[in-house]
């Protein structure tokens, strides 16, 4: 549609221009008030070519704030939809049309009044149900704005964990009546003894014999049945958990602001991330095995009070003294658990810290270095752990002669009750009961074997929520403003620091960009070239000031919008793992391979990538070690000029490349820059030669602006710096500074 393109910067693809399904879901959206760009959805989706299904739908309007779902009408549905409206209509070919109205006037024929959300003038059409029929079977999509918070924007934490498992009610429901079926079950073998030896074995009778040996293969049968219907349901329902659980936190863990990851080391985010696999086992596993176990508490303790009221008080008064054993060891565990997780930790950091510095640890010979810090964080972890395994061995110490003296205890009572004048306990109840008792103890003993699990799972829960639970970066959640982003850009009296710092990156910092002009930035090491550079592309919120892209306020936009609109290519570039090509399109994964070599071709890439033996399908292996730092930075290059960005930042791009690879970037920076505004970074200021205008920074000032003539004049930062990497230009040593005016004019 024509109100949707327009509010797109970039120009949809074909793909997504032929995709009805993405600009009746962006009609329907901005219905509700919502804004969706047609190519965003494009891009974060892949959708390579024709119309995406109707589950891929439904994922987009969930993940951008309308609540969605599919259902089959029929045309004498249409009528009643009233507030329904607009909704969307699959029509049998794969298109999509939005029904935005339904006619049905006396006097006249029925007609739903359909748009084309291709349309360009957003023209309705009456059809009537004969022709609508025609191309369509009845498959349609309900959808309204969500304005309650979604599972997804929850804080993490033991309530989010049970809202998740309650998903599944259904699921854990038919878990439940499994389990409650298996406890009926539990009582059928103490029964079986009890009838041997109180009936059968006293009586002499066959007959009983033969109907307790059917009952038992009946029972056999059914209690193996119902236990693997239980064991299957719960794997389903715990592989349904583990998938929301992992995709919840790699969600949250990726919208986080830059500087958590800058102020935290890797190894203690990748520690505390990497416990939810005791979370996961703990719901999945022990806590929910100890939960349906202790269901069979429901059966069996009526039971064991049909059969002796006394025995039943003794066994329930050793259940609640294992209790008490369990509550006061939980406060002692805790704390334990928190030293072990302080040492793993460590550990943990320690091993990132040694991979990731591998290369100079090598050449610095600090292996036997590494080595003892090794020794001595592995020493830590061991001791915490040592400590924690200890303390959790003396509740079960002091719970097993417990757990065994319920058995004992049962049989020495009941025999003692068994042989008195009223004899209230026959010799098969007693070891009915027996058996019974010592079933109905193993959830008091579970329980206190899953006391460490719960204080590990605690812990766990705590790591994980210290990192998903941070504030998450504003501006990612497609609910900003998308202008069309052209280059023109504007800072007016901006000041940042960075968090820690004493003294501002920029202060007090001014000036405007016009659109397609090419800024160079230079100035020494901490003058802010580099913060300028991050602040645009909406790194940090927290400055003070204004900055305005095309006019609109940088904080207003949407920063998956905005960031789509710049290309950013800095000094040392990651690679992914994966193929050339694959990491050539990593911003857009619906580009064709003509659209691919054509940006390598102007990053000058092209002609390295097609001398190797698997040209663009050559894996790139990891760290890149398969390729050298030029190669790696024409890729880099290649990659941002692919989404063809409003905004091209080149931030000391070439400084680590050899001449001829410089040379290649250098000689296509004219090409490069058609079009777009592009800012240059560099310590190389006969790179910079070329710039319309150039920035001098120092302190975090702007300490000049002007080409490069101007500032050789004028600008006493610029011109030394100029000549001192340019000697040969230079009149020489024994001349004052004043001297160099000339040199420039010369």
């Not at 609640?320 to 565990?333: D, F, K, N, S, T």
């Not at 409003?646 to 490069?672: G, Q, Y």
């Not at 006969?686 to 000049?704: N, P």
Request: hydrophobic share 45%.
């Amino acid at each position: 549609m024509h109100s949707t393109t327009d509010s797109d910067p970039q120009s949809a693809s074909p793909q997504a221009s032929r995709s009805t399904s993405l600009h009746a879901l962006a009609v329907v959206a901005r219905h509700h008030g919502l804004h969706l760009s047609v190519e965003q959805l494009h891009r974060d989706h892949a959708i390579e070519t024709g119309e995406p299904p109707t589950k891929l739908l439904l994922k987009m309007a969930e993940e951008n704030g309308l609540k969605a779902r599919a259902a089959k009408l029929r045309w004498k549905h249409l009528s009643r939809l009233g507030k329904a409206l607009p909704l969307l209509l699959r029509l049998r070919d794969g298109r999509t049309m939005v029904l935005v109205a339904f006619r049905n006037e006396p006097g006249s024929a029925s007609a739903a009044m359909l748009q084309d959300p291709l349309s360009p003038d957003q023209a309705c059409i009456a059809v009537d149900e004969l022709r609508l029929s025609s191309v369509w079977d009845g498959e349609a999509i309900f959808a309204k704005r969500r304005y309650g918070a979604r599972d997804e924007e929850r804080p993490f934490g033991f309530s989010w964990l049970v809202g998740q498992i309650l998903r599944e009610k259904r699921i854990f429901r038919d878990v439940g009546v499994s389990a409650l079926m298996l406890s009926l079950f539990a009582l059928f073998p103490p029964l079986v003894f009890m009838i041997v030896l109180d009936r059968v074995l006293v009586h002499q009778r066959m007959s009983t014999l033969s109907v307790l040996a059917a009952a038992i293969a009946f029972f056999l049968v059914f209690d193996t049945m119902f236990g693997y219907l239980r064991r299957y349901l719960v794997a389903l329902g715990t592989a349904k958990v583990d998938a929301r659980i992992s995709t919840y936190i790699f969600d949250r863990m990726i919208g986080l602001p830059i500087d958590f990851f800058e102020r935290t080391p890797t190894g203690v985010i990748s520690y505390k991330l990497s416990e939810v696999w005791r979370i996961r086992n703990f719901l999945t596993g022990q806590l929910f095995g100890t939960m349906l176990d202790t269901m069979t508490l429901l059966v069996l303790i009526p039971a064991m009070f049909v059969m002796s009221v006394p025995l039943t008080f003794l066994v329930l008064g050793v259940a609640m003294l294992m209790c008490l054993v369990v509550v006061a060891y939980i406060g002692p565990l805790a704390r334990a658990y928190g030293k072990v997780v302080v040492a793993e930790q460590r550990k943990g950091s320690l091993m990132i810290e040694v991979l990731h510095g591998m290369r100079t640890i090598k050449s610095l010979a600090l292996e036997s270095r590494k080595r003892h810090d090794w020794d001595v964080r592995v020493a830590e972890a061991v001791r915490a752990n040592t400590d924690m395994q200890l303390l959790a061995n003396q509740p079960q110490t002091i719970l097993q002669p417990l757990e065994k003296g319920i058995y004992a205890g049962t049989l020495l009572v009941g025999a003692y009750l068994a042989m008195g004048e009223s004899a209230s306990v026959f010799s098969g109840t007693l070891v009915a009961f027996s058996m019974i008792a010592s079933r109905a103890t193993q959830p008091f003993v579970q329980i206190a074997a899953l006391m460490q699990q719960f204080q590990e799972a605690r812990g766990a829960v705590f790591q994980v929520a210290s990192v998903v639970n941070q504030a998450p970066e504003q501006g990612l959640g497609r609910q900003g403003v998308r202008p069309e982003i052209k280059g023109d850009i504007s800072f007016s009296e901006v000041r940042f620091r960075y968090p820690g710092s004493q003294n501002p990156a920029l202060d007090d910092i001014s000036f405007s960009i016009e659109a397609g002009s090419v800024i160079g930035i230079m100035g020494r090491s901490g003058s802010g070239k580099t913060t300028i550079t991050r602040l645009l592309q909406g790194l940090h919120q927290n400055y003070e000031g204004l900055i305005k892209i095309d006019g609109v306020d940088l904080r207003e936009i949407d920063l998956t919008h905005l960031r789509s609109n710049l290309g950013v290519v800095l000094q040392d570039n990651f690679l992914f793992n994966g193929t050339i090509r694959e990491n050539i399109m990593a911003a857009n994964r619906s580009a064709t391979l003509e659209e691919v070599m054509r940006a390598a071709r102007l990053a000058g890439a092209e002609e390295f990538i097609e001398r190797l033996p698997r040209g663009y399908e050559t894996m790139i292996e990891e760290g890149s070690a398969n390729l050298s730092g030029g190669q790696r930075q024409r890729i880099a290059i290649a990659r941002a000029l692919l989404v063809d960005p409003s905004v091209l930042i080149l931030d000391e791009a070439t400084s680590a490349l050899d001449p001829d690879s410089e040379a290649i970037i250098n000689n296509n920076l004219t090409r490069i820059a058609q079009g777009r505004t592009m800012i240059v970074i560099s310590h190389r200021l006969a790179s910079l030669v070329g710039c319309d205008q150039i920035m001098v920074l120092e302190r975090g000032k702007l300490y000049d602006m002007g080409k490069h003539d101007e500032l050789l004049q004028r600008c006493d930062v610029y011109r030394h710096l100029w000549f001192q990497q340019n000697r040969h230009l230079s009149p020489g040593p024994a001349h004052d500074r004043a001297s160099l005016t000339p040199a420039a004019n010369t």
